[in-house]
């Protein structure tokens, strides 16, 4: 890459807040952390009452700055029937998402509300509604900005923090005909409202953040008792951009104890043309934590030295310790 190019690629990463593009959603690679996160339809779809969930993802660290963003949430099923055919689930999240070095970014607080129900008596199959709504709040440090240059004016410019209101909602299936079997498909829509974001005082400028549409699928199947395979795939189209992941998840059962669960699992993922995607994931009884990175295989990989970003999550489940035991049924939900 050019020396113009590689100036030009650093500008934009300092100046992108400020230039008229159509804003994207905040995305990650790790394609199980946080259901809620990919469709407010599996808020606090699960066996237990409480989920605790973060993710810290570090992206294009080699130019500028890069982007750092953090996540955590939290999840409570409020109501569930005593023969688990339906539930309610309930969940709180929290973003920090900053990048270059104007530290501009968003600060994001959200709650999403679900609703599931089983289909039969069987209850392998259950249908999942759910709705989301949050505040975000942009900012960046103007102490480290030079609006005199590339025709940007002081005079044009807000300093001061910015806040959008934005609604989602999303509408899941899952089937599991037996208990090594498991399929999974869920729609969403975020942004629907498509709110309005712009620091330029000139109402001609103002630009908002297109509505985003989700699609996930995946199928878990077990070839030996020990050995799980699991498709995945991940779209998401907003406004003229496409993001398409699709990979396999590689599921090792650690033991056959039967008060102890020990998994271990190996994903390997592409999106796009861009980036091939490693996620180690190990399962110690309600305790998950993972990892993903991505190798930057695209035109840019000169730039990011192949480096692309760098995630890693933590989750735990857990029962309130007054909870009775001993259920007759449960919600089957996927492993990871």
């Known amino acids: 890459?050019?020396?113009?190019?590689?100036?030009?690629?650093?500008?934009?990463?300092?100046?992108?807040?400020?230039?008229?593009?159509?804003?994207?959603?905040?995305?990650?690679?790790?394609?199980?952390?946080?259901?809620?996160?990919?469709?407010?339809s599996y808020t606090a779809f699960m066996n237990s009452k409480f989920r605790v969930s973060s993710i810290y993802r570090n992206q294009w660290s080699t130019v500028s700055k890069g982007y750092n963003t953090f996540l955590a949430s939290v999840e409570y099923q409020p109501y569930l029937s005593s023969n688990s055919r339906s539930g309610i689930g309930v969940g709180l999240m929290f973003?920090?998402?900053?990048?270059?070095?104007?530290?501009?970014?968003?600060?994001?607080?959200?709650?999403?509300?679900?609703?599931?129900?089983?289909?039969?008596?069987?209850k392998n199959s259950y249908i999942s509604i759910g709705v989301s709504a949050k505040k975000d709040t942009w900012g960046y440090n103007s102490s480290n900005a030079d609006f005199n240059r590339e025709g940007i004016y002081d005079d044009d410019i807000r300093y001061?923090?910015?806040?959008?209101?934005?609604?989602?909602?999303?509408?899941?299936?899952q089937y599991s005909p037996t208990n090594d079997k498991q399929f999974q498909l869920g729609v969403a829509m975020f942004n629907i409202n498509e709110p309005y974001l712009s620091y330029f005082e000139s109402k001609n400028s103002v630009d908002k953040i297109h509505r985003r549409y989700s699609l996930n699928a995946s199928?878990?199947?077990?070839?030996?008792?020990?050995f799980s395979l699991k498709p995945q795939l991940l779209i998401n189209q907003q406004y003229k951009y496409n993001e398409f992941i699709i990979g396999t998840d590689f599921i090792f059962n650690l033991t056959d104890a039967i008060f102890t669960s020990q998994i271990f699992s190996m994903g390997v993922y592409l999106r796009n043309t861009e980036s091939i995607i490693l996620s180690p994931k190990y399962k110690?009884?309600?305790?998950?934590?993972?990892?993903?990175?991505?190798?930057?295989?695209?035109?840019?990989?000169?730039?990011?030295?192949t480096y692309g970003g760098l995630e890693l999550w933590l989750s735990y489940s857990f029962d309130p310790i007054y909870?009775?035991?001993?259920?007759?049924?449960?919600i089957p939900c996927p492993i990871f």
């Open 95 to 122: 973003v920090n998402d900053v990048a270059g070095t104007l530290s501009y970014g968003e600060q994001d607080i959200g709650l999403s509300l679900s609703y599931f129900l089983a289909l039969n008596r069987d």
């Open 1 to 40: 890459m050019s020396v113009n190019l590689k100036y030009y690629v650093l500008l934009f990463i300092s100046l992108f807040a400020f230039s008229q593009i159509k804003s994207q959603d905040i995305h990650f690679s790790s394609l199980n952390f946080n259901p809620m996160f990919t469709n407010p």
């Open 284 to 305: 110690y009884n309600n305790f998950l934590i993972g990892l993903s990175y991505d190798v930057n295989v695209s035109k840019l990989s000169k730039v990011s030295n």
């Open 160 to 173: 001061e923090d910015l806040s959008t209101y934005s609604f989602a909602s999303g509408l899941s299936f």
């Open 323 to 330: 909870k009775y035991k001993n259920k007759n049924t449960k």
């Open 219 to 226: 199928y878990m199947f077990a070839t030996t008792e020990s």
